[in-house]
Each structure stands twice: as structure tokens, then as C-alpha cells.
């Protein structure tokens, strides 16, 4: 720890790490080699992200059963790489399947910001898109974009499995579009992909 | 056949009841035959004054073994005049239950006969309303003692309608969000739904005026 | 994931529970009210929603309180036809219910053999009502369409195949050790207390009483098939949660047995079609309900009485209903299984509150 007899004490600096992190840094940009290295590895990254999207496993209202028909042996989304993960900081895709009520908007946030970057927001079914059925209600938000940034929304109520599947794809494409940090620059414009829109 | 309780052992047992019920004071009780599907079906239907209310239920679970408290519901009446502006219905069902019996250390499950129920052991259903006056805070005796299912029904209650329950212990928000604002019970009828007089097919068919009301929150 | 969201704060003295308090309304949406807003057919779609893993015997319960308000008699092969609907969707619900408490108690695969059976359920009520889980099937006074061609053969097909998967559920839960070391002795409950409480249907059978909302207070054609109420044998201390397990099982078993006979007990044969709109499927029904009119109507859920209280008189001249009241089973169900489960160690939470059962969508409304 930071104990002052130990003799290598100067090499768990913190400020060690960051010096030689910025010298490497400087040298790498001065000779291309990070470009390089950063096309090739962005390219892999954005293969695995694509190719692995880890939802989180919440159910929050109907659109829960579909997608847990979506992950049994008919649908079979596993098979395209969507696992459920339990934990948020081990998930890519927050799947919201169920309206938001005002109990449940701080959750929703605090499990959208436990998510590690890079992640993405798909608003499955009508509940989460504009509130659905229940707009008109006291206590459901009107739709989930009013607080956490949505990529895929996926109408019906509920989507088919087939549906959910779907959306999937379409953020797959979104991912090879817009590259796998969301603030990478994207130069296509970043409009949100509605299932069904081709 | 499939075995169902005697429509004419549920009417006289009803009207049993009801008779027994319309001798005490402030309580009127009659049988209502309500429909159901095929079969038709007899239900206690009492209207009690409320401040009768807690001597009638105690008459209720002691004398006629009214053992299940079903459903509360409370009913905001604006334009009911000065008689009815509150209504609380109660629903209970006698069921008749008890714990199977033990023999030699094994358990006998209960199989009745449900065609042969009689008297005081037939299956039931009471309604019972209770009418209270125009008032800004309307207040009914609680039953949370006399029945542990009246409990988060009376709660469900006041969080909805705002009709407070004398009584009850630890009354809170069940529904709504704790944080709710003091007094915000929003089946009252003063309180509107969004888009209440909004017509949307007509005035704005493609949702362009529509916008949500929660917008400019973080995003 | 699939019992819902909901909150249980526990105290705890080491491994045991010692006190328990559940915070619900993390789904509430206000349907009481959005209901009075709306046309006595378009409550129907909301009622589907209520508990999302059994909607066919929520718009059931509806439809049948509404008739009582409006007081509308309805023909025989349409109430035929609801029984059937309602039959395989509590098969289909019990089974959703199976495939959710096999995980809870770390049993992984079930739930994906389970969701293929309901799969097979689910493409039936496809048929009947048009979409894989919100079907909006019954009309106030009957049903809106006939069986379809040929309904009846797959019908019998796929729930004769039923039959028989059962029993590999029964042989997968009843010979493996661990799920017994579970469930049973963990959860006890007992018959008056649950009554005293409100609790019902599956949960109230496991503990040896033969109650049940289709024989007590009957209603539906249920009279006219050979059933027996399903009834559990209980240990001396009460019905535990292997108790409830072995109910719901019985009562798939029912259910299935009562689709076959309904198929063919239905007045005129299952294999005739009547088009929509014919009067033997569905009565004409007044629109609007005078004002001081009121219904209400005990339905056996899947998982225990359900009720609708409905007070006519509403907006648009007693289109709208002045008041919708529901009752949801769960609601009443789930402090009570929170208090069962005083005394047990952390590690049985999910087992007892799997086995009574919960969907937070009715609970919360």
C-alpha cells in the first residue's frame, strides 16, 4: 500500500502510471501506430460487441414472458449471441419491456448508469416506447425516452419473439453504422432505427 | 356431473341471512339474484349506516361466520347530493373453512360434497355499502381486527380514494410511490386523466401537438 | 424476471428471516382509472394486461361482471367455448409458473421445457383469439368467432400430448433430491389462517380444503363436465411449498381433462361453424348501464378468486363505467406469504415465494 519503507513504492505511483501512459501515448499518435492500431482494434471490437449483445434480465411487465419465449428453444435467441446476464455491470443492451412508472424511474436510471459504456437502450413494446395503453395514466411516464436514451424501439403489444429477434438485428446494424463507442463521431446521422420502418 | 352448490340451498341461506341481518338497527339487508353466465346466483346485499358499520361486522364474523374479507372498494360520488357523496362496498364470502383434521398423526384432506351443504355451511357472498355524507375527509370504522384481509384492502383504499380507515394500524401508500403528495388520491373525480378532453382523431390525427408531459427530464 | 417487480425488505438475525415487509406499486398503472375513461369492450384489452401470464381468465372475469351489470344472458356453446379458453390458458399460466419456479429453485432446464409446452398451449389460444398473448377474446354477451376448422382435432392432439409430458415433469421434480431437500418443510401454511387472510385458489387447496370460486359459486357451464376439485394432503403443520407444487400439477391435469370433455360435450359438436355475430355464440347487449346499476363477479383465476365491481352510470351516458374495482388474488396473497416466511433462512425466500405464485402485474394494477 503506501507504506513509506517499501522500496519499490515509486513504481505503484499513480502519478508513474500516468506519465508512462502519456509518453507511450505521445509516441504512439507521433508515429501513426495508434490510428493503425485503432482501426483494426475498433474493427474486432465492434465484431465482438455486435456479435455478443448481453441483455440484462429484467422482466418488468408482459413484454417479459415474449422475451423470455425469445430466449426458450422455440426463438431461440441465444444462438445470436444474446445472453441474460443478471448484474447491470456486466450487460451491453438495456432491455426495457414494461411502462415505467414513477416509483420505478429512478431504478431504471440507476441501473441505465450502473451499465458500463459502451451500451444501448431498446425499447421493447408499446409500453416502453409512448406509454402505450396507459398514456393517459398518473402514473406512467410516457414512454421510457423521457429518460434514458433509446436506440431500437420495437412496437407491439407485446412483439412477437420473432419481433424482439428482429430488433436485434437492427441494433446490430446500428452498432456497424455509428462504430462501438456511441460517441465515436458517427457521421451518419444518428436517428433511432423503428422495426418494421424498411 | 361436476358438483356445484344448490342454487336453491344458496337462495335459502341467503335469505336466512338477510332476515337475520334486518333486525338490527341501521342495517337493511335483502337477497339480490344476480345473473351469471347460465346459472343465476343469490347474494346478501346490505346497506348499513355507517355508524353501525363496526357492530355489524362483529355480528358478521361472530354470529354467521363470515370468514373472508374479500374486496374493498371505495366510490367518490361528486354529484351525489348531500346523502351519497362516498360509498365504500364491502365484499365478503363465507366460506366455511377449517383446518383438516388430524387422525392417527395423518392429515384428512376435507372433501365436501358441495351438493350436500346446508344451513350455515353453504358458501355465501355479502355486499355490504355503506353511504357517507359530503365531507372533505370521509371516515369509516376499519374492520383490520375483525379480518386480516381487510388490511391492505382499507390501505389500497385510502391510497386511491382517500377515504380514511379509524383504526387501522399503519396505514401507508401501497400503490402509489411513498413520496406521493399528502392528500393526491387520484380515483377522486376532480382529478383528470392526461389528455382528458383531448380528442385525438379528430383535433390532432398524427400526434404532432401531443407532447408528453414528462419531457425535459434527464436524458 | 417472471414472478414480477416488486421490492421485499427482510430482517435478518444471521441466516433467518426474521421480519418481512413488501413494497409493491413498481407497475402500478392506474387501470381503475384509465377504465372509467373507456367503452365496456375496450376494458377488456386493459383486463388482458392485469396479470399478463393468465390473461384469458382476467377478460373472463370482466366480461362476466359486465353481463351481470348489464344483465345479458349468454348462449351455451359460447360459454362452452370461454371454458375452453379459460381451461388451457391456466394450463398455460400454471406451466409459466413451473417454468419460473424450476430456475428459483436452480433447476435451469425445466424452464425451457416448460415454455415448449406452453408454446404448444399458446398457438392454440393463437387460434382462438388471435395473437400469442393478448387476445381480447370474449364479447359482453358471448364470444365474437367460432372454433376454428379443425381446432378441435389439434386441440385434442396437442393436449392428449400434454397428457403425457406431465408426467416427465412429475418424474424430472419428484426424483431429484435437491428440489425435495427445497421445498419440502419450507413455508408452511395453514387452511384458516390463509382464509382469515384471503388467500385462495391453488394456494388454499394445497392445504386440504377443497374451496373452489367454480363449485361454490358457480357459474359457467363447469356443472356439466365430470371433474373433481383438485385437493392436496397436507403434512400436520400445514401446506408447504412442495404442497403447492403437486396442486398445480393436479390442476393442469384437470384442466386438460376438461378441454377434452368440453370439445365434445359442446351443444351442435365442435366441428360446426357459426359466423361471427350468430346468436348462438353471442347475445345482443345493451351499450349503457343506467346509473346506480351495479355488477360484480367471483372468477376462479389461476391463482385464486378474482373479482370485478363495476358501478354503471359513468361518462358518455353510462358507456363508460362510473367505477371498475378489481380484486386481484395476489395482492391479498403476497403479505401473507411474506409472512410465511418468518423463520425460515434466506436461502428459501425464492422457494416459498415461487410456490405461492405471484404476477405483480395483477397485484399492482
Redo the contacts between chains.
Keep these: 500500500m503506501d507504506g513509506d519503507g517499501q522500496n519499490y513504492s515509486v513504481f505503484n505511483s499513480r502519478m508513474l502510471v500516468d506519465t508512462v501512459g502519456d509518453i507511450t501515448d505521445d509516441a504512439l499518435k507521433a508515429s501513426r501506430i495508434k490510428d493503425v492500431i485503432g482501426v483494426l482494434v475498433g474493427r474486432v471490437f465492434n465484431w465482438s460487441q455486435r456479435k455478443s449483445l448481453f441483455p440484462l434480465h429484467l422482466g418488468i411487465k408482459c413484454c417479459a414472458l415474449e422475451m423470455a419465449a425469445a430466449g426458450a428453444s422455440r426463438f431461440d435467441a441465444e444462438r445470436f449471441g444474446v445472453f441474460f446476464r443478471s448484474s447491470p455491470r456486466q450487460c451491453d443492451v438495456l432491455l426495457v419491456n414494461g411502462p415505467i412508472s414513477k416509483k420505478f424511474a429512478d431504478p431504471i436510471v440507476r441501473l441505465w448508469e450502473q451499465m458500463p459504456e459502451p451500451k444501448w437502450c431498446i425499447a421493447m413494446g408499446e409500453c416502453a416506447i409512448s406509454g402505450g395503453p396507459y398514456f393517459q395514466s398518473y402514473n406512467i411516464l410516457e414512454g421510457v425516452d423521457t429518460v434514458i436514451p433509446v436506440d431500437v424501439y420495437i412496437p407491439g403489444c407485446p412483439p412477437r419473439p420473432e419481433a424482439l429477434i428482429d430488433g436485434f438485428d437492427k441494433l446490430r446494424q446500428k452498432i456497424i453504422r455509428i462504430g462501438a463507442a456511441p460517441d465515436d463521431g458517427a457521421p451518419e446521422s444518428k436517428n433511432p432505427i423503428i422495426v418494421g420502418d424498411d | 356431473m361436476g358438483k356445484i352448490v344448490s342454487a336453491s340451498s344458496q337462495k335459502a341461506a341467503a335469505e336466512s341471512m338477510a332476515s337475520a341481518l334486518s333486525s338490527m338497527d341501521g342495517v337493511s339487508a335483502e337477497v339480490s339474484e344476480r345473473t351469471s353466465g347460465t346459472n343465476p346466483r343469490n347474494v346478501v346485499s346490505v346497506d348499513c349506516a355507517s355508524d353501525n358499520w363496526r357492530q355489524l361486522a362483529e355480528c358478521l364474523r361472530v354470529e354467521h361466520g363470515v370468514d373472508y374479507c374479500s374486496m374493498i372498494t371505495g366510490i367518490h360520488w361528486p354529484e351525489g347530493g348531500a346523502e351519497k357523496n362516498w360509498e365504500v362496498v364491502y365484499h365478503f364470502m363465507r366460506m366455511g373453512i377449517s383446518n383438516p383434521p388430524v387422525v392417527d398423526g395423518m392429515v384428512q384432506p376435507i372433501i365436501t360434497d358441495p351438493t350436500t351443504l346446508e344451513g350455515t355451511d353453504v358458501p355465501l357472498e355479502i355486499e355490504v355499502r355503506i353511504a357517507l355524507p359530503e365531507t372533505t375527509d370521509p371516515k369509516v370504522a376499519s374492520v383490520q381486527d375483525i379480518w386480516v384481509g381487510a388490511d391492505w384492502n382499507e390501505k389500497e383504499t385510502w391510497d386511491l380514494v382517500g377515504i380514511d380507515f379509524e383504526g387501522h394500524v399503519g396505514m401507508r401508500r401501497v400503490l402509489q410511490p411513498h413520496e406521493t403528495p399528502v392528500g393526491f388520491h387520484p380515483l377522486q373525480k376532480q382529478h383528470k386523466l392526461r389528455y382528458h378532453d383531448f380528442e385525438e382523431m379528430y383535433d390532432d390525427a398524427q400526434g404532432f401537438l401531443r407532447k408528453p408531459s414528462d419531457a425535459g427530464k434527464i436524458k | ?2 414472478h ?2 416488486w421490492t421485499l425488505k427482510i430482517k435478518v438475525d444471521g441466516e433467518t428471516v426474521v421480519d418481512t415487509e413488501p413494497d ?11 377504465c ?2 373507456r367503452d365496456f369492450t375496450q376494458i377488456t ?2 383486463c388482458d ?1 392485469l396479470c ?2 393468465s390473461a384469458n381468465t382476467w377478460s373472463h372475469s370482466y366480461i ?1 361482471a359486465v ?2 351489470l348489464l ?4 348462449p ?1 356453446r359460447a ?1 362452452y367455448i370461454r371454458l375452453i379458453a379459460v381451461e388451457l390458458q391456466r394450463i398455460a399460466s400454471h406451466l ?1 409458473w413451473l ?1 419460473a419456479y424450476g430456475p428459483d429453485i436452480g433447476n435451469l432446464s425445466v ?2 421445457w416448460c ?2 409446452e ?2 404448444m398451449m399458446m398457438d392454440l389460444l393463437q387460434e382462438l383469439g388471435g395473437s ?3 387476445y381480447n377474446f370474449p364479447r359482453v354477451g358471448g364470444v365474437k368467432r367460432d372454433l376454428p376448422h379443425g381446432f378441435a382435432q389439434r386441440a385434442r392432439a396437442k393436449v392428449s400430448l400434454f397428457l403425457n409430458r406431465i408426467q416427465e415433469y412429475e418424474a424430472l421434480f419428484d426424483e431429484s433430491t435437491i428440489f425435495l431437500i427445497r421445498t419440502q418443510g419450507v413455508g408452511y401454511s ?3 389462517e390463509m ?4 388467500v ?1 385458489g391453488p394456494n ?1 387447496r394445497a ?5 373452489d370460486v ?14 373433481e376439485v383438485p ?6 403443520k400445514g401446506a408447504d411449498c412442495y404442497d403447492r407444487y403437486r396442486i398445480r400439477v393436479e390442476e393442469m391435469r384437470v384442466s386438460a381433462m376438461m378441454v377434452l370433455e368440453a370439445l365434445e360435450k359442446i351443444p351442435r359438436g365442435a366441428d360446426t361453424y357459426h359466423e361471427p355475430g350468430d346468436p348462438a355464440l353471442i347475445a345482443k347487449a345493451p351499450s349503457r348501464a343506467p346509473e346506480g346499476a ?5 372468477f376462479e383465476d389461476s391463482r385464486g ?1 378474482s ?1 370485478f ?1 363495476l ?1 354503471g352510470g359513468g361518462e358518455a351516458r353510462g358507456k363508460n363505467p ?2 371498475v ?1 378489481i ?1 386481484s388474488p395476489m ?2 396473497t403476497i ?1 401473507y406469504a411474506s409472512k410465511c416466511m418468518v423463520g425460515y433462512k434466506v436461502a428459501d425466500i425464492p422457494a416459498i415465494m415461487g410456490s405461492f405464485d405471484p404476477c405483480i ?1 395483477e397485484t ?2
Design positions: 424476471m417472471t414480477g417487480l409493491l406499486g413498481y407497475i402500478h398503472r392506474g387501470v381503475e382509472k384509465i372509467e375513461a384489452t386493459y394486461r399478463y401470464a362476466y353481463e351481470d344483465e345479458v344472458e349468454v351455451e360459454e409459466m417454468g424452464m425451457v415454455l415448449r406452453r408454446e400469442r398473448m393478448h395453514k387452511a384458516e382464509v382469515n387472510h384471503g385462495t388454499l392445504g386440504g380444503v377443497n374451496y367454480r363449485t361454490s359459486h358457480p357459474y359457467s357451464v363447469y356443472s356439466e363436465l365430470d371433474w385437493v392436496e394432503r397436507p403434512s400436520v351495479s355488477g360484480s363477479h367471483h378468486e373479482m365491481y358501478a362510473y367505477r374495482s380484486r395482492f391479498i403479505p402485474g399492482d394494477r
